[in-house]
């Protein structure tokens, strides 16, 4: 076919300005690539690495403190970068869509989703009314939601996360466009609702021939989708070429570095436990909210049910399961930061789902916690030292002998003890999470709980906080339960795996047996669901 | 949702009984005598007494109350003290001024602020954002009353366009209604504009950095049907609240705007009542105001689901 020779899109050698005093003067500095009709190209790097600055330049989206200043973006031979405000207008969602990371937020929550499609319609076509409502019906049924006349009335709140991004998706392609760019369409949806959307995306470009720039910072979803990969490094394009070849016989040493980063999902083996004393152990534990409403009846909601698991010296649980399985409220339910309402949690000896907040007070000591978002969960107005202290000088010790303990913490977790009395902005993601564990262990805890500590890192910082939570547990013969929704991080960390699904333990096993032989059903649809199960990332062919 | 309003309507009871104790032991336990103001300067202290007796101020306080509330609960507001008619003749007669320049300065207040607001958060950091900004500081830090003589000066006694004072009632004639309270309007207004424009300009600044905001211009709709149809919806609730408590305060504005131009309304009348210690008259008017101020947060909530179909009651 001469079309398919023909890129819907070229970009030239394009170069995006920073405001002066940034870190690098170029967001995105000389970057070419093409995407060919029916293609799809993925652009992966870690955060900072200039991807999404390109597809909003594409579109012509870009914030204002950010400026093109050099090279050209050929949508089917028509530079968008001289194009106007109002023929860029004409082209989006005509002849290039976006999708965005975020289905919860993406859509206008105080207009229906069909009104919100029929917008595009009514701007950019001349069909009347009865003739939008069809099209709309026809693109919703070809997302694959079902009842569509009830989608068309719904508002988003009324949808889950995977039914948002799929009217996304309707609302971009709802008028043939030659060009999609997706934006981490999937990144905040569960590994089940990702699969099904990475397949949705793939049948409809497939079937129109629409070219897709799919950006991503998750090599599964590469290794899934792409047909092409470019690699982007603060601005600029490390390595581009076919997936296959990118993965196994990349070229530079950043990205061999990138794709050895990626956990694997076969777990590494731990041995056999020989350790007898049990740190923590739940009885029959459970969680259940019920909102009360004076004429109506009660509204029940059981978040967790019959929970028991065990975790003993030096191992790590790691629980398992995707949004609302409950994971997260047994993890907050073990340190009484809410209480349970059925069941019971032994730390030790000691029972304390019960026990009144007096008595629990001196126990709090010994369950610490180290949350998903490290640019959240410290206190920006004091210092890391200050919050770091804080917690040992409530429980009696002295300042000075508190600071002594931070410092040496700071070297257990591989940070400048000099760099205490900075505050939390000037310090990386990944430096903040190692701060947040520095403050955890301060409390000297027999239990460490990870509640997705790691997830909001990039994989090669992922990689080195892993590896230090790793050593600690070792170093200090810690109790570790981690709490995460990825795969792959459970099967290189966790000694036991528990996983989760609607508030009740489905399986529940050592690491290794759970991850080769999964025996419970949607244990075993979750792994099916692992994008990239089959790729053995960093296993390189030789070049 | 018709639970929610009954329930709201029923919780006014409580809302007025206190209202109504605390109003009556605070005209009883401030000093002035009614009797005393009625009888005037030259009266006898057996005079005085007389009227005492004549309007039951005689009695034990208790029994003073008593009597008073079964009469509320018969429907029977009392008869004013001093202008020797039923405060419910007097409220009726006096009704129209307020509500009219209530209604005017709200239509007045909304009308301009809301698309300043939005303007201004659109082009946030212009020329024109901060000449609204900079409207909006003087407009919360001049008094009502030095606004008011100022616009007289000019619109009535320097253009003529305007007459200076006075009320005509818009029965008897509309266009004298309209000049009349056109002015008034715009000084008990441009506190108002100054409120609403504010926080329609933060709210729909913080709305415009949201998602579907950026969604909405990758579809390629146009900046005004972002900003009204997307951006302003999104906006209202605080907006709403905003107007809600203004309309509430009105009323207190209301009492200057009426003594400065002569209007006879509300306003004036409880500055009158109050005066001459006219307890029927000032129990009876700070109740209805009371009702007016829960019935009208009652409707503000409301209307919340009107714009956010995500609020539900």
Same mark, same amino acid.
């Given at each position: 076919?001469?079309?398919?020779?023909?890129? %819907?899109?070229?970009?030239?050698?394009?170069?995006?300005?920073?405001?002066?005093?940034?870190?690098?003067?170029?967001?995105?500095?000389?970057?070419?690539?093409?995407?060919?009709?029916?293609?799809?190209?993925?652009?992966?790097?870690?955060?900072?690495?200039?991807?999404?600055?390109?597809?909003?330049?594409?579109?012509?989206?870009?914030?204002?403190?950010?400026?093109?200043?050099?090279?050209?973006?050929?949508?089917?031979?028509?530079?968008?970068?001289?194009?106007?405000?109002?023929?860029?207008?004409?082209?989006?969602?005509?002849?290039?869509?976006?999708?965005?990371?975020?289905?919860?937020? *993406?859509?206008?929550?105080?207009?229906?989703?069909?009104?919100?499609?029929?917008?595009?319609?009514? +701007?950019?076509?001349?069909?009347?009314?009865?003739?939008?409502?069809?099209?709309?019906?026809?693109?919703?049924?070809?997302?694959?939601?079902?009842?569509?006349?009830?989608?068309?009335?719904?508002?988003?709140?009324?949808?889950?996360?995977?039914?948002?991004?799929?009217?996304?998706?309707?609302?971009?392609?709802?008028?043939?466009?030659?060009?999609?760019?997706?934006?981490?369409?999937?990144?905040?949806?569960?590994?089940?609702?990702?699969?099904?959307?990475?397949?949705?995306?793939?049948?409809?470009?497939?079937?129109?021939?629409?070219?897709?720039?799919?950006?991503?910072?998750?090599?599964?979803?590469?290794?899934?989708? *792409?047909?092409?990969?470019?690699?982007?490094?603060?601005?600029?394009?490390?390595?581009?070429?076919?997936?296959?070849? $990118?993965?196994?016989?990349?070229?530079?040493?950043?990205?061999?570095?990138?794709?050895?980063?990626?956990?694997?999902?076969?777990?590494?083996?731990?041995?056999?436990?020989?350790?007898?004393?049990? %740190?923590?152990?739940?009885?029959?534990?459970?969680? +259940?909210?019920?909102?009360?409403?004076?004429?109506?009846?009660? =509204?029940?909601?059981?978040?967790?049910?019959?929970?028991?698991?065990?975790?003993? =010296?030096?191992? +790590?649980?790691?629980?398992?399961?995707?949004?609302?399985?409950?994971?997260?409220?047994?993890?907050?339910?073990?340190?009484?930061?809410?209480?349970?309402?059925?069941?019971?949690?032994?730390?030790?000896?000691?029972?304390?789902?019960? $026990?009144?907040?007096?008595?629990?007070?001196?126990?709090? =000591?010994?369950?610490?916690?180290?949350?998903?978002?490290?640019?959240?969960?410290?206190?920006?107005?004091?210092? %890391?030292?200050?919050?770091?202290?804080?917690?040992?000088?409530?429980?009696?010790?002295?300042?000075?002998?508190?600071?002594?303990?931070?410092?040496?913490?700071?070297?257990?977790?591989?940070?400048?003890?000099?760099?205490?009395?900075?505050?939390?902005?000037?310090?990386?993601?990944?430096?903040?999470?190692? $701060?947040?564990?520095?403050?955890? &262990?301060?409390?000297?805890?027999?239990? &460490?709980?990870?509640?997705?500590?790691?997830?909001?890192?990039?994989?090669? %910082?992922?990689?080195?906080?892993?590896?230090?939570?790793?050593?600690?547990?070792?170093?200090?013969? &810690? *109790?570790?339960?981690?709490? +995460?929704?990825?795969?792959?991080?459970?099967?290189?960390?966790?000694?036991?795996?528990?996983?989760?699904?609607?508030?009740?333990?489905?399986?529940?096993?050592?690491?290794?047996?759970?991850?080769?032989?999964?025996?419970?059903?949607?244990?075993?649809?979750?792994?099916?669901?692992?994008?990239?199960?089959?790729?053995?990332?960093?296993?390189?062919?030789?070049? | 949702?018709?639970?929610?309003?009954?329930?709201?309507?029923?919780?006014?009871?409580?809302?007025?009984?206190? #209202?109504?104790?605390?109003?009556?032991?605070?005209?009883?336990? @401030?000093?002035?005598?009614?009797?005393?103001?009625?009888?005037?300067?030259?009266?006898?202290?057996?005079?005085?007494?007389?009227?005492?007796? /004549?309007?039951?101020?005689?009695?034990?306080?208790?029994?003073?109350?008593?009597?008073?509330?079964?009469?509320?609960?018969?429907?029977?507001?009392? !008869?004013?003290?001093?202008?020797? /008619? @039923?405060?419910? !003749?007097?409220?009726?007669?006096?009704?129209?001024?307020?509500?009219?320049?209530?209604?005017?300065?709200?239509?007045?207040?909304?009308?301009?602020?809301?698309?300043?607001?939005?303007?201004?958060?659109?082009?946030?950091?212009?020329?024109?954002?901060?000449?609204?900004?900079?409207?909006?500081?003087?407009?919360?830090?001049?008094?009502?009353?030095?606004?008011?003589?100022?616009?007289?000066?000019?619109?009535?006694?320097?253009?003529?366009?305007?007459?200076?004072?006075?009320?005509?009632?818009?029965?008897?004639?509309?266009?004298?209604?309209?000049?009349?309270?056109?002015?008034?309007?715009? @000084?008990?207004?441009?506190?108002?504009?100054?409120?609403?424009?504010?926080?329609?300009?933060?709210?729909?600044?913080?709305?415009?950095? !949201?998602?579907?905001?950026?969604?909405?211009?990758?579809?390629?709709?146009?900046?005004?049907?972002?900003?009204?149809?997307?951006?302003?919806?999104?906006?209202? #609730?605080?907006?709403?609240? #905003?107007?809600?408590?203004?309309?509430?305060?009105?009323?207190?504005?209301?009492?200057?705007?009426?003594?400065?131009?002569?209007?006879?309304?509300?306003?004036?009348?409880?500055? !009158?009542?109050?005066?001459?210690?006219?307890?029927?008259?000032?129990?009876? #008017?700070?109740?209805?105001?009371?009702?007016?101020?829960?019935?009208?947060?009652?409707?503000?909530?409301?209307?919340?689901?009107?714009?956010?179909?995500?609020?539900?009651?």
């Amino acid at each position: 076919m001469s079309s398919d020779t023909t890129p %819907v899109l070229e970009v030239k050698n394009l170069s995006v300005a920073l405001p002066p005093g940034g870190d690098r003067t170029n967001a995105v500095d000389k970057v070419s690539f093409t995407v060919k009709p029916g293609e799809i190209v993925c652009l992966v790097g870690e955060s900072g690495s200039g991807k999404s600055v390109i597809a909003f330049t594409i579109m012509g989206l870009l914030a204002k403190a950010l400026r093109p200043v050099s090279g050209e973006i050929l949508l089917q031979g028509e530079n968008v970068l001289a194009a106007n405000e109002e023929r860029l207008r004409e082209l989006r969602c005509t002849r290039m869509s976006m999708i965005f990371q975020e289905p919860m937020t *993406a859509l206008n929550p105080v207009m229906t989703c069909g009104d919100q499609i029929d917008e595009v319609l009514s +701007t950019h076509t001349k069909l009347d009314a009865a003739q939008r409502k069809a099209k709309i019906i026809g693109i919703l049924t070809r997302v694959k939601l079902p009842e569509p006349e009830r989608i068309y009335a719904s508002f988003p709140h009324q949808l889950s996360g995977g039914q948002r991004q799929r009217i996304m998706i309707a609302m971009a392609l709802v008028l043939d466009p030659v060009l999609l760019i997706a934006d981490e369409p999937t990144t905040a949806l569960d590994v089940t609702t990702q699969a099904e959307i990475l397949k949705l995306i793939a049948e409809l470009q497939g079937s129109q021939g629409t070219g897709v720039l799919f950006i991503t910072h998750d090599f599964g979803v590469v290794a899934e989708i *792409a047909r092409r990969v470019a690699v982007l490094r603060w601005g600029e394009l490390v390595e581009m070429g076919p997936t296959e070849q $990118i993965l196994s016989r990349p070229q530079q040493a950043y990205t061999r570095m990138l794709i050895s980063s990626v956990p694997s999902i076969h777990p590494v083996h731990r041995g056999v436990r020989l350790e007898k004393e049990t %740190v923590l152990r739940t009885e029959k534990l459970g969680k +259940t909210y019920s909102a009360k409403s004076f004429f109506q009846k009660a =509204r029940v909601v059981k978040a967790a049910v019959d929970v028991d698991l065990d975790i003993r =010296r030096g191992e +790590t649980l790691g629980i398992v399961g995707e949004s609302g399985s409950g994971k997260s409220t047994v993890a907050r339910c073990i340190a009484r930061l809410i209480d349970p309402t059925e069941g019971k949690v032994f730390l030790g000896t000691t029972e304390i789902a019960t $026990i009144s907040p007096s008595r629990l007070r001196p126990h709090r =000591r010994r369950v610490q916690i180290v949350f998903q978002d490290p640019y959240r969960s410290l206190n920006p107005r004091i210092t %890391v030292g200050d919050s770091i202290v804080e917690g040992p000088m409530n429980f009696g010790l002295k300042r000075d002998e508190a600071l002594g303990r931070a410092r040496k913490l700071m070297e257990t977790v591989q940070l400048d003890p000099n760099a205490l009395d900075r505050y939390p902005h000037q310090f990386s993601g990944g430096q903040r999470q190692r $701060i947040c564990i520095a403050r955890a &262990l301060a409390m000297e805890p027999e239990l &460490l709980i990870a509640d997705e500590a790691v997830s909001a890192l990039d994989v090669s %910082v992922q990689k080195q906080v892993l590896g230090l939570l790793d050593e600690i547990r070792q170093r200090l013969n &810690l *109790a570790v339960l981690f709490i +995460t929704h990825d795969l792959r991080v459970a099967a290189q960390i966790c000694d036991y795996v528990a996983v989760m699904s609607q508030g009740r333990v489905v399986e529940y096993g050592a690491a290794e047996q759970v991850f080769s032989a999964p025996k419970h059903a949607y244990t075993k649809s979750l792994f099916a669901a692992a994008p990239g199960r089959n790729w053995e990332f960093g296993k390189f062919a030789a070049a | 949702m018709i639970d929610f309003i009954a329930r709201r309507l029923v919780a006014i009871i409580p809302v007025l009984a206190v #209202v109504a104790i605390f109003v009556f032991l605070m005209l009883r336990l @401030t000093p002035g005598d009614p009797a005393a103001v009625i009888a005037g300067d030259n009266a006898t202290s057996d005079q005085i007494d007389l009227i005492r007796a /004549k309007l039951g101020l005689d009695l034990p306080i208790w029994q003073q109350f008593i009597i008073w509330i079964g009469d509320i609960l018969r429907g029977n507001l009392g !008869e004013s003290f001093f202008f020797k /008619k @039923t405060v419910v !003749e007097l409220i009726a007669q006096r009704l129209q001024p307020t509500l009219a320049l209530s209604i005017c300065t709200l239509i007045i207040a909304v009308a301009t602020a809301v698309p300043l607001g939005v303007l201004a958060a659109y082009r946030h950091g212009s020329l024109l954002d901060r000449v609204v900004m900079g409207f909006s500081v003087m407009g919360f830090s001049l008094p009502t009353f030095v606004i008011g003589y100022c616009l007289i000066y000019v619109f009535a006694i320097d253009l003529d366009w305007l007459p200076v004072q006075g009320y005509t009632r818009i029965e008897v004639d509309f266009w004298g209604f309209i000049s009349h309270i056109i002015l008034p309007s715009i @000084t008990l207004g441009i506190i108002y504009v100054a409120l609403i424009a504010r926080i329609t300009r933060a709210s729909v600044l913080e709305v415009l950095n !949201e998602d579907y905001i950026r969604t909405a211009r990758a579809k390629g709709l146009s900046n005004r049907v972002v900003l009204m149809r997307h951006a302003l919806r999104n906006a209202a #609730v605080p907006i709403l609240t #905003v107007i809600g408590i203004g309309v509430a305060l009105l009323i207190g504005g209301a009492v200057v705007t009426e003594t400065v131009y002569g209007l006879p309304g509300l306003g004036r009348l409880t500055v !009158e009542a109050v005066l001459s210690r006219d307890f029927p008259t000032i129990q009876a #008017v700070i109740l209805m105001f009371s009702v007016v101020y829960v019935v009208i947060n009652l409707l503000i909530d409301i209307s919340y689901t009107l714009f956010d179909p995500r609020i539900r009651y």
